[in-house]
């Protein structure tokens, strides 16, 4: 019954087996991410990245990691001792526990839950506990405002998230991953729901703490948020191993849910041959690295906004427009149930309208007046003065 | 919204443009003809000997006090094969002193001394200071193997 890759064994030790394995894709997944983050933010920036270490930089990562394990761990005299070490698992646990139900291909996942999305919405929301934490026991100032701006920020975002994964789920019919990848053969949910998608890569980048939404690390003004004080292997588990650890749980978790995971796109299995675990998992690693790229893009592009930005952007748009999107999912899936195009035709209809109507919303609410207008009313306001 | 597709466009356009940096310690750009490294001696090839008589005016001009130069009488100008009645005998320039202001450069009178436009000229670290004190052979040296290039039209 139980066991990798058909062997038969104890539950148990399959159990510790396979965790063994995500845990070793992870570091070796999290020491790429870096290297190759390194890289594209340098070409980017029209640089080299890191081009010392090994052929082009490749060992980087690896004397990174030697450097960091290696460093002292210190602690601040005042610190409250265990809350201040405890921290920094509080914040990985939640993030490795995502990645324990993500089917990387068809039935292999550490566990399948029937309720996988429900799980990993509850699990993520548990990691701004461990911000609080680190920052309160830091007895540190920036540390303390980074953890307060990261409480507001996480817990705001986490309500879009919630939308966004919700109005899929809505649509599937169902919270297990694994059936909403295999119900994405044909048209896969970004086309059917292109609000909830944009809506999830923004929360995404907000609950990753990425760099438009970068506000509790924010370098130049909280000089590392909850983590100042943190140094050697405690920082490397925050930082690398919670960051793009996150990165690739969430990513991993957006492609199966809206690009279909390790399905051939557009019903083209048949296509490309049978279904075999290589395709699945070189199709999830494309899906997810495009991504991850484009998270990447993405921070390496915008400047950080504002905390009023930010919470207005969250609140104001992002939040109404998913519920909007839930409403009329709802009213869609309950009252065509009997055609599956018109069905699908309809919810791709307003999804896509919804998403035009939030980008002008948010085209109407940053536009800036022209020069000519502002210099008018800059004339009016005088005069009226006078 | 517009703008943020503009600002992706860009950030996307850049990545596909040649990096500016270049592997510095293995790779080096060219330094321009009027770069100012450190002050060297010329050495004049129709002669055999220097272009300096030992004359002190850069060691009188300069504001750092940063060279000593010492004064004999020439032994060629004896034999008749040169015009200068006076060479220089010794001269230190200590590099960790100088401050790189081609006022020397500007009070010689014979064009004797100019200032390194090489790349030697910039990589001189050096894990003593007393090796920043350079002497005569060290000064004449880059001139002697003709790799100073000349940017005033001679």
Known sequence: MWGIFGVNMNVWLDAFLRLQLIVLTMTVTVMALIYIERKFLGKIQQRLGPMRTGPFGTLQSVADALKLVSKEDLRPATADRWLFELAPFLTFVPTFMILMTIPFMQDWGVRNLTLGLFYIIAVSGVSVIGYIMAGWASDNKYALLGAARSAAQLISYEIPLVLAVLAVAMVAGTLNIESIILQQDVIPNIILQPLPFFILITALLAELSRRPFDIPIGESELVGGPWVEYSGMRWSIIFALTEYAGLWGMSALTAMVFLGGWQFPFGTASFWGDFDFLYQLLLIFVKSFALILMVMWISATFPRLRIDQLMAFCWKVLLPFGFVQIMINGIVLNYVSDSEVLRNILLFATSSALLVAMCYVVYRATRQPSREERLRRLVMARSTAE | ?154
Not at chain 2, 6 to 30: C, D, M, N
């Open chain 2, 1 to 154: 919204m517009i703008g943020v597709l503009k600002a992706l466009s860009v950030t996307a356009g850049t990545f596909f443009r040649k990096p500016v940096t270049i592997q510095y310690p293995t790779e080096h750009r060219q330094v321009p003809d009027r770069d100012r490294a450190f002050p060297i001696l010329l050495w004049d090839f129709d002669v055999d000997e220097s272009f300096c008589t030992g004359c002190h005016a850069c060691e009188r001009a300069c504001p750092v006090e940063c060279m000593t130069v010492t004064m004999k009488d020439n032994p060629k100008h004896a034999e008749g094969t040169s015009k200068r009645r006076k060479i220089l005998d010794e001269f230190f320039i200590d590099y960790g002193r100088c401050m790189r202001c081609n006022i020397c450069v500007e009070v010689c009178n014979f064009d004797a001394i100019a200032m390194n436009n090489t790349w030697v000229g910039h990589e001189l670290s050096t894990v003593d200071r007393k090796d920043l004190v350079m002497d005569r052979e060290q000064l004449l040296a880059l001139s002697k193997q003709q790799q100073i290039r000349p940017w005033v039209p001679s």
